[in-house]
């Protein structure tokens, strides 16, 4: 009885493999990147809106809230700007990662097809030039 031996299976197969995965994947990462630093900016602006109408609150004559009702909204304003400002920075220095790779891995796929493109020249040319030989007699 002939018995296969199974080949370890790779998440990829090659390095090619993996270079034409991540370029189609790039683009996608970089753009949740972006939407995510835009809706980070939007909820920033409307935190800054509900802390000039809190302002704008206390400001104004007449009854005003409790102490604690003050305090509460303060410290809940102060730590929801502290974690938007935290996920914007974390989403920028994302978007400045996926900036600059991208043209380093554009280099590093372009090479690889000039290799690859090379390569299958060689084969070319070294199989015609044996197709080309007088067989010995």
């Known amino acids: 009885?002939?018995?296969?031996?199974e080949e370890p299976s790779y998440p990829l197969k090659t390095v090619h493999d993996f270079l034409n995965e991540l370029d189609k994947e790039w683009d996608s990462f970089r753009t949740a990147a972006l939407i995510?630093?835009?809706?980070?900016?939007?909820?920033?602006?409307?935190?800054?809106?509900?802390?000039?109408l809190?302002?704008?609150?206390?400001r104004k004559p007449g009854p005003r809230p409790g102490l604690?009702?003050?305090?509460?909204?303060i410290l809940f304003l102060i730590l929801i700007a502290a974690f938007v400002i935290y996920e914007i920075s974390l989403l920028l220095r994302q978007y400045r990662f996926f900036k600059k790779w991208e043209r380093r891995v554009g280099l590093?796929?372009?090479?690889?097809?000039?290799?690859?493109?090379?390569t299958e020249r060689e084969e070319a040319d070294a199989g015609n030039?044996?197709?080309?030989?007088?067989?010995p007699l």
């Open 1 to 5: 009885m002939s018995e296969k031996k």
């Open 36 to 52: 995510g630093i835009i809706t980070s900016a939007v909820l920033l602006a409307f935190l800054v809106f509900r802390i000039l």
């Open 54 to 58: 809190f302002l704008a609150v206390l």
């Open 68 to 73: 604690f009702a003050s305090l509460d909204e």
């Open 108 to 118: 590093l796929l372009h090479l690889e097809e000039e290799l690859l493109t090379d």
């Open 129 to 135: 030039s044996l197709k080309n030989q007088k067989p």
